[in-house]
């Protein structure tokens, strides 16, 4: 039996969770799901510039997990503006407070 996960903390859900390109109906979109804890390794790697080490601290996880977080949240986010897809954030293991 596996290991239950650890939820990953966060500070808070944010404020917009859909992202879509200019110009394309909304029908006509495929989406990149970005979950709200990949959402926040992102926010504090790259637009807070933590050290990766602290970043993992503050949600709880370890510094590989962090790094995987990250690698995901990038690989999504650079699939949506390439291809043109849409941005959602939902879902995933976590719990809000830092």
Known sequence: MPRPRRL??????PDVTYFKPAGIRMIELEESILSVSEFEAVRL???LGMEQEEAA????VSQPTFHRLLLGA???L????VNGKAIKIEGGNFRIGI
Do not use: E, Y
């Open 74 to 76: 990038r690989k999504k």
């Open 45 to 47: 790697k790259d637009l």
């Open 57 to 60: 601290k503050k949600m709880s």
């Open 78 to 81: 650079a699939d949506a503006i």
């Open 8 to 13: 990953r903390r966060v500070a808070s859900m």
